[in-house]
C-alpha cells in the first residue's frame, strides 16, 4: 500500500472547514484525499489525477464517499478551467504532492524505474505522446546535455548524452542505465549512482514537471478564498526552489509601492506563510519509508 509522505502535518496545516470546498491537485492513490473527506460534512472535495490505473484504485478506495467527491481526469494545470466548468471560482484549501505514488515507480511496465528492466516509457497521462522512448532518442545532444544540468545537476551531463546519442536506438530502461555507467568513473558509479538522477530528469522533461508547477501555482493562489490553505509537499529542490519564490513574492508587498504609508489594495500580500522554514518528515517516518527523506511542506494562508 502506498504511504503518503507527511499526511497528518499535511491535514493538521490545511485546516478543513466541515462544510468547505477542497482541491487534491494529485489524488494519487488517495490517501491525502481519504483524510479530507473524513472531515467533511456538507463540504466537497475535487480530485485532481491523469494516471487511470490511480483513479481506478483511489475510487475503490474512497467508494463510502462518493457523494462529496469529483475525480477529473486532468493534469493540475488546467486546475482553473476545469473548476470553472463546474461553477466553482474559489476554494478553501489545496493540496499538492509532487512525489511519485509507489506504485508507479514499482510497477516495471511504467519504465520509472532504473532497477526493472522495461521500455522506456515514464508518462504519467498515458494517453500523452511524448514518452522517455522519444526523449532519449529524439532529443539533440545539446537538448539532453542541458536536460540533465538543468533537473538532474549531473557533472558528467555531456559526456552521458554523447553516449546515448552514439548508442542509438535505446529501448530499455536498463539499456540506458549501462549507458549512463559506463559513461562516467567506475568509482562514480558505485558511489554516486548517476541513473537514479538520470532517470529523474528524463522523467521531469516527459511530464513537463515544473513548467507545469510554475504554471499552476499563481492560479492556485488566486481561487483561494479568504483564510484558505495552499500546503504543498516537494520532493526535488528544484521544485522547492519554485514553490518558496512564487509564496515569497506573493506574501510581499509590491516593490513598487514598499514603504509607502497606504499601500493600494492590488498591491498588498495576497498571502502569508505559515510556516517560514518547510516542515520535514519526522525522524520515525523517515526510517519508515526512505521516499520521505527528501520531502519538505510549504503552507500559505491568503490573506
Known amino acids: 500500500m502506498h504511504k503518503s509522505v507527511l499526511l497528518e502535518e499535511t491535514i493538521d496545516n490545511l485546516n478543513i472547514r466541515p462544510d468547505g470546498i477542497y482541491v487534491d491537485c494529485t ?20 480530485a485532481f489525477e491523469q494516471d487511470s490505473e490511480a483513479i481506478l484504485s483511489s475510487k475503490e478506495r474512497l467508494k463510502a464517499y462518493e457523494d ?4 477529473i481526469k486532468s493534469n493540475f494545470v488546467n486546475l482553473k478551467d476545469e473548476l470553472e466548468n463546474r461553477g466553482i471560482d474559489k476554494v478553501d484549501g489545496i493540496i499538492f504532492d509532487l512525489g511519485f505514488s509507489s506504485p508507479q515507480i514499482d510497477d516495471p511496465e511504467r519504465g520509472f524505474s532504473f532497477m526493472k528492466d522495461a521500455r522506456l516509457d515514464m508518462r504519467m497521462d498515458k494517453e500523452q505522446k511524448l514518452s522517455a522512448y522519444e526523449v532519449v532518442n529524439n532529443y539533440k545532444h545539446e537538448e539532453l546535455t542541458e536536460i540533465f544540468y538543468k533537473y538532474a545537476e549531473e557533472k558528467y551531463s555531456r559526456v552521458i548524452a ?11 530502461t536498463l539499456e540506458l542505465v549501462d549507458i549512463i555507467k559506463r559513461s562516467v568513473p567506475v568509482k562514480y558509479a558505485l558511489t554516486r549512482h548517476p541513473e537514479r538522477v538520470i532517470f529523474q530528469a528524463i522523467r521531469i522533461e516527459v511530464n513537463k514537471e515544473l513548467s507545469v508547477l510554475e504554471s499552476v501555482l499563481p492560479d492556485a493562489i488566486d481561487i483561494l478564498d479568504k483564510h484558505g490553505r495552499i500546503c504543498v509537499i516537494t520532493f526535488h ?7 518558496k519564490q512564487t509564496f515569497k513574492l506573493n506574501s510581499e508587498v509590491n516593490s513598487l509601492v514598499k514603504g509607502l504609508p497606504d499601500i493600494p489594495e492590488g498591491y498588498k500580500p495576497k498571502i502569508k506563510l505559515i ?27 491568503r490573506v
Open 27 to 46: 489524488l494519487g492513490y488517495g490517501g491525502h484525499s481519504e483524510q479530507i473527506l473524513k472531515r467533511l460534512t456538507t463540504g466537497h472535495l475535487y
Open 68 to 71: 462529496k467527491l469529483d475525480i
Open 162 to 172: 554523447k553516449n546515448i546519442v552514439n548508442s542509438r536506438p535505446i529501448s530499455t
Open 237 to 243: 529542490s528544484l521544485e522547492d526552489r519554485i514553490v
Open 275 to 301: 510556516n517560514r522554514k518547510p516542515i520535514l518528515p519526522s525522524d520515525e517516518e523517515m526510517e519508515e519509508n526512505s521516499r520521505s527523506k527528501s520531502a519538505k511542506l510549504r503552507v500559505i494562508e
